[in-house]
């Protein structure tokens, strides 16, 4: 230990090591390579927390915020209104664009001076090429652009700024604050793809696409760059609270098509049904009313209370979680796997190819095939990582799923060789994952089961604290407001009006039978992740499409509360359909177990029931129940 002795060097990573740190990692979908992970794991993390609007299959979700909720919170514009130019002209198509900019311009005016708030409106435009050499005349350039908005439109030079990663000239904004100081001029920003990714400005309200973008991800991404509600808060100005795609020369239908399911990845599946279309002209105008329980119901419809599923938490109860008292309670090592093990492997080897495609000299065909060259040796390799990670999704614990990995792969290995489990690596991985589901659903059932027959599970209603309330009344948005196939006003909704949008025809049609029965007393419809669920042994609640109650004729008295659910009969044997039949007919069992005091003081009647109707013999079966 003299003064020469050596010592063990102190550093930051061995410090960080030691205190297992908890990694909070932004964009978590970029960190899933072999070597991201190991760098992250070579901290010793107590635990990584990732960020990311579009995580991977096998990220374990902890937290997802829908957009509904995003836009409940006022933290996005919408409605998104996507407008496709016919003209065979850009031009036209980026003057439409520049017009509702203009108007924009004028509202934007309007709530500074009403809220003190300083506001910018902003276009973004997409167009085929950058750069400086790609002026060719064929495609749509970055400058033809300027040049159209400086000369033709008439705008400042220094209110259009070119975005690519040759020329930033949105850098010049820093000095003065960004692109939301009231400072900044710019009210146009074209770019190619620079701003797909990694970019946001609260104050852009138009997308002007005059490219065809590459995939529909590349369309999500550049759509999501105007969906930021300045100061997370909604102006009160309709036109100032929703964003706006202008396209030029895109199939309608496809465009849209794009859009939504892109959003549906990006977790915003839930607002695909407010993004409207309009083909070179004003679409379907939305029109916002106060929806109110109509005054003859009100009564009646206090006294109803529906019972959900909830669960003993010390000596409190609350509504079930899935994750927290299902997922947590399944015992892994009872999973099945036999099935996996009776999966055949293919005995040829299997490469990788590559195809190489060419423009053809055959107008009709465009395209064709001129190669096709077969790889020397696979890319892919056996990983037990790799495969579980494929399994985060199904099985939360990464260690258990690792184990169950290298079990299957131990198995296979030993039965036909190493080589011949690399040539169908992906097929076991994909073989595994169906046999993991369907043991994930059994065990959650038997642990459903078995909470219920403990009695740490339960149907109930605890009066003002769990069970499901009518609102007495909702603000709603539709572009037209159900009526009768006669087209006179609907009677017996409990509230009024109904917008007709959120109807598929099946249900429509259900809608008119109930308006026509002598016995019903008034029908609901159910609104998805607002209204009443019922939380089974899978993650999803199952939201039925209606709620109605019969009568003997006493005025705001019922007899009977029915809970539907309407499935097409593309759906009649559909796994979803039979899952959702079998969950009722549970809720069915217990809530006739179910006494008055578990229900709530002031529910009038115990008798709930619970229905899956199919479309070939919904009429019948609805005729058993009122006659019933």
Known sequence: ??????????????????????????????????????????????????????????????????????????????????????????????????????????????????????LRPICLIQVERTGKDQRSGKYIHSEDAREYLLQTIGAAPEEVAVKTSEKDELKEVDDIGGLMSAHCKIRYIITKQALQEGWDCAFAYILCVLSKPGSKTAMTQLVGRILRQPYAKKTGIRELDESYVFCYQQKGKELLDEIRKGFSGEGLGDLTGRIDLEDGGEGPTLIEKESKIRDKFRKSAEHVILPVFAIKDGKEWRPVSYLMDIVSRISWEKVDLQKTYATTLNALEEKDTEQVAGISEN??????????????????????????????????????????????????????????????????????????????????????????????????????????????????????????????????????????????????????????????????????????????????????????????????????????????????????????????????????????TKLGMKLDTPNIEFHVLDEGDWRSKLNALFSA
């Open 1 to 118: 230990s003299g003064f020469w002795a050596k010592q063990i060097k102190t550093s930051l990573g061995n410090t960080l090591r030691l205190i297992n740190p908890v990694l909070i990692l932004d964009e978590g979908h970029k960190a899933y390579s072999k070597t991201a992970q190991d760098t992250l794991c070579g901290f010793n993390p107590s635990i990584i927390v990732e960020l990311s609007a579009t995580p991977p299959k096998e990220s374990n979700t902890l937290v997802d915020i829908t957009g509904v909720e995003l836009n409940r919170e006022e933290m996005i514009k919408f409605d998104l209104h996507v407008i496709n130019k016919a003209s065979p002209d850009w031009k036209d198509t980026l003057l439409d664009a520049h017009n509702k900019l203009s108007l924009l311009d004028e509202k934007a005016k309007e709530f500074q001076a009403n809220q003190g708030k300083y």
């Open 363 to 596: 107008l009709h065909e465009v395209i064709t095939q001129r190669q096709v060259k077969e790889l020397k040796k696979g890319s892919i390799r056996i990983d037990s990582v790799f495969m579980a990670r494929h399994l985060l999704d199904l099985v939360p614990n990464p260690w258990v799923a690792h184990e169950i990995g290298e079990t299957v792969l131990a198995h296979f290995i030993k039965k036909y060789g190493e080589k011949l489990v690399q040539n169908n690596f992906v097929f076991i991985i994909e073989e595994l994952r169906k046999n993991l589901t369907g043991e994930k659903d059994r065990l959650a059932k038997e642990i459903f089961h078995q909470l219920l027959y403990d009695s740490k599970l339960r149907f109930l209603v605890i009066l003002n604290e769990i069970g499901f309330h009518f609102p007495k009344t909702k603000m709603v948005k539709a572009s037209q407001w159900l009526v009768k196939k006669d087209h006179s006003p609907i009677e017996r909704s409990l509230f009024d009006p109904v917008p007709e949008d959120s109807f598929n025809e099946l249900e429509k049609e259900v809608a008119w039978y109930l308006e026509e029965q002598n016995k019903l007393l008034w029908w609901y419809r159910n609104e998805p992740k607002k209204d009443y669920w019922v939380q089974g042994w899978r993650k999803n609640k199952i939201y039925a499409d209606f709620i109605f109650t019969d009568t003997d004729g006493e005025p705001e008295q019922f007899n009977r509360v029915f809970v539907v659910e309407t499935k097409g009969l593309h759906l009649k044997d559909y796994e979803d359909t039979i899952y959702k039949k079998d969950v009722f007919h549970l809720c069915n069992k217990v809530a006739k177990r179910t006494t008055r």
